[in-house]
């Protein structure tokens, strides 16, 4: 029988001490169930199912067993799906025998190389969250982040070809309007951002140039306007030397069109750090008046 509640009592405390049924207590020497041995071994949730007025003893438990198991294994379904309102413990088992995690923190998801930039960390949480509660196996999981990736980068793709087209637009416009100029054009309007623009806002300005004709009039006659309010001087090193080094960085390929910055960033600050030097020597602030 099962281990009874003991009381020990003395006149200065009382100490309870409750076992847990064993479930060798409830069964005889052939294996027979005794009274109360569905309250006491299966889950409250489970115990009005008629399968266990079927098993008598656990000989019979054995062999239902066995027989389900090569019922499902004959009919291919291997393990049920769930039920309308499955129970706790039916819920458990469906989760363990499917290797699903207990929580969504059980799923083990990488962000996808590359696409960190895309991934908020609440909403992953969510979306974990979510697929747990339609059961989802991990494999399943790592299934539907590989499928969110690759829409991803089909849209970053996307969105590079047009932005590649729009330039490739813009640059057709300018030659046109600008003809012969136009190089000439780019470099002043470049010197413009590259002389009073902060780098944070540099990549947004040089991006827009490349995108669109209007902004890229605008700074150029803006280089205009700033050339014309310039002292000219005389080289400090050599006559020529400043003028000769700008023409040459500013030839660069990829330079004015802004290539050079998607390409080699690196180098692209180099050539503007260095011309913001020689500009500077070339065409010297003119000296405050003095009264």
Not at 95 to 121: A, C, M, N, Q
Not at 249 to 272: C, F, Q, S, W
Request: aromatic share 6%; charged share 30%.
């Amino acid at each position: 029988m099962a281990d009874e509640t003991t009381t020990t009592t003395d006149t200065t405390n009382t100490t309870t001490t409750i076992t847990e049924p064993k479930v060798t207590d409830f069964l005889d020497e052939t294996g027979t169930f005794k009274d109360g041995w569905k309250d006491a071994l299966v889950p409250e949730d489970l115990r009005g199912r008629k399968v266990f007025d079927a098993v008598p003893d656990l000989r019979a438990v054995l062999k239902l067993l066995a027989h389900q198991e090569k019922f499902l294994g004959s009919q291919g379904k291997g393990i049920m799906p769930l039920g309308e309102n499955p129970t706790a413990t039916e819920l458990e088992m469906f989760r363990k025998s499917l290797g699903i995690p207990d929580t969504p923190e059980g799923y083990k998801v990488e962000v996808p190389e590359g696409l960190g930039d895309y991934y908020d960390e609440a909403v992953m949480k969510e979306t974990l969250k979510g697929l747990h509660a339609l059961h989802l196996t991990p494999k399943q999981v790592a299934g539907v982040v590989a499928l969110e990736a690759e829409r991803l980068r089909a849209g970053i793709k996307e969105q590079e070809q047009s932005e590649a087209a729009a330039r490739d637009d813009t640059e057709a416009a300018l030659k046109e309007t600008w003809g012969a100029d136009y190089e000439k054009n780019l470099r002043l309007a470049n010197r413009i951002i590259a002389e009073n623009v902060s780098d944070e806002e540099k990549d947004g300005l040089l991006a827009l140039i490349g995108n669109s004709v209007p902004v890229a009039r605008l700074f150029a006659k803006l280089g205009e306007a700033h050339l014309e309010d310039k002292v000219v001087s005389t080289d400090v090193e050599r006559p020529g030397s400043a003028s000769s080094e700008i023409e040459r960085l500013e030839a660069t390929p990829g330079y004015a069109t802004g290539e050079l910055r998607r390409k080699n960033r690196r180098e692209h600050d180099r050539i503007v750090a260095r011309l913001a030097v020689l500009y500077g020597r070339k065409f010297p602030e003119p000296a405050a008046a003095t009264t």
